[in-house]
């Protein structure tokens, strides 16, 4: 069966890659472009919606998507539990529909959430470095804001006490941001797609966890996965993790 595809952002940098992508993949048609100013009514008659646009736009689109039963994938970082709550709700009216939000569809991104999670309870020290390009309007990115929590949560659940720190004198900014009591430090960089380091220290030892999305082609095959997968996952499905089954 072919699923139909609607693209809303489908003038910006994800939006782009993503059109492409549908039009490109076996068993995908697409079937509208939407961006700002545009009324999405039925979004063309899709099956699944693909929605990569703005912090302050998305919840709208998303609420919009599943009141219409069509299922949606999202890219758009600014999520948080209240506006998902909010999914959640809309959700419970149109039981047959999925949403998938993911702060970040490329693997290796995944894989450095994951195995961040899985070395947390080993250290002491752990600070989250996130890299992007300059045009990037929100700050720290969502893959930084999922990392530090899933780090936070590891280190709850295994009793590691607070990073150790003298430094009692700092200018603003100088030690980050504090994410669930992890630093997040945020570089813009023109060269730069999007890049994670995550750092742990310990005693004479430091690991250090690096991902680097040097193209936005990084994304597309967990974009596509996620439009094949959401048909079959009703309700809210928070991270690719779940799709991919890690
Ligand atoms: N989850 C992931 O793997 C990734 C997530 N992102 C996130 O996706 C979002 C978009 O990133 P980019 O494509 O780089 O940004 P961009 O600024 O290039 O594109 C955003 C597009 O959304 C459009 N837009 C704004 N308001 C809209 C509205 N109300 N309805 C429809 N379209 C609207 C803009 O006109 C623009 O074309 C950001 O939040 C970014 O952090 C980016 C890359 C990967
Ligand atoms: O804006 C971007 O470019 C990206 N945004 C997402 C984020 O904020 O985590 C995903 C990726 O880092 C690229």
Same mark, same amino acid.
């Given at each position: 069966m072919t699923l139909r595809v609607a693209v809303i952002g489908a003038a910006g940098r994800m939006g782009q890659q993503v059109v492409e992508a549908v039009e490109r993949a076996d068993g995908l048609e697409l079937a509208g472009r939407f961006d700002v100013g545009d009324d999405l009514g039925d979004l063309g008659g899709a099956d699944v919606a693909v929605e990569f646009t703005v912090p302050g736009a998305t919840l709208a689109n998303v609420l919009h998507c599943v009141e219409q039963g069509v299922h949606a994938v999202v890219g758009t970082t600014g999520w948080t539990d209240e506006s998902m709550s909010q999914v959640r709700a809309a959700l419970a009216v149109q039981p047959k529909v999925g949403v998938l939000i993911a702060p970040n569809f490329a693997i290796g991104a995944v894989l450095t959430m994951r195995f961040a999670a899985q070395a947390a309870r080993f250290y002491e020290s752990v600070e989250v470095i996130e890299l992007h390009h300059p045009d990037k309007v929100d700050a720290p990115s969502g893959t930084a804001i999922?990392?530090?929590?899933?780090?936070?949560?590891?280190?709850?659940? $295994?009793?590691?006490?607070?990073?150790?720190? #003298?430094?009692?004198?700092? /200018?603003? *900014?100088?030690? +980050?941001?504090?994410?669930?009591?992890?630093?997040?430090? $945020?570089?813009?960089?023109?060269?730069?797609? #999007?890049?994670?380091?995550? /750092?742990? *220290?310990?005693? +004479?030892?430091?690991?250090?966890?690096?991902h680097d999305s040097y193209d936005?082609?990084?994304?597309?095959?967990?974009?596509?996965?996620?439009?094949? *997968?959401?048909?079959?996952?009703?309700g809210l499905t928070v991270g690719l993790e779940e799709i991919l089954d890690l």
């Open positions: 999922r990392t530090a929590e899933v780090i936070a949560e590891a280190r709850r659940s $295994a009793a590691v006490p607070p990073a150790p720190d #003298a430094t009692t004198s700092a /200018l603003d *900014g100088a030690r +980050g941001a504090q994410v669930d009591g992890v630093p997040v430090h $945020a570089v813009r960089l023109r060269g730069l797609v #999007a890049h994670e380091e995550v /750092l742990f *220290g310990s005693p +004479g030892e430091t690991l250090t966890i690096r936005r082609a990084s994304f597309m095959p967990g974009v596509l996965a996620g439009v094949r *997968g959401v048909v079959d996952r009703p």
